[in-house]
């Protein structure tokens, strides 16, 4: 079975750090692009960043200078460490797999989806 699980979301206050995992199994990550999205109450799907598999990177703006994005191919996983966390970052974080290896920030362009987790930037 082909997927990809997203873990590492939680509860944080403002100005702290998360760290997301995009595990994928029943296929090998490496030759993929890999994009964060996230989605807010009541608000579109946005992209947050990407990367491809050469390790070159894309970042919203929203995500310069606070999140920075990395692969384990060891380990057939990606990362997101988001830091400086505001409230507006709240939303749930989906990664997703782009066979094509693009590395582009449109939703379209990504085939295969995890379930997406939480993250709360809450005082």
């Known amino acids: 079975q082909l997927q990809l699980v997203e873990s590492g979301g939680g509860l944080v206050q403002p100005g702290g750090s998360l760290r997301l995992s995009c595990a994928a199994s029943?296929?090998?990550?490496?030759?993929?692009?890999i994009g964060w999205f996230r989605q807010a109450p009541g608000k579109e799907r946005e992209g947050v960043s990407c990367i491809k598999s050469g390790g070159s990177a894309l970042y919203a703006d929203s995500a310069k200078g606070r999140f920075t994005i990395s692969r384990d191919n060891a380990k057939n996983t990606v990362y997101l460490q988001m830091n400086s966390l505001k409230p507006e970052d709240t939303a749930v974080y989906y990664c997703a797999a782009d066979r094509l290896d693009l590395g582009l920030l449109q939703s379209y362009n990504y085939d295969r989806w995890g379930q997406g987790t939480q993250v709360t930037v809450s005082s």
């Open positions: 029943g296929f090998t990550l490496e030759y993929y692009s």
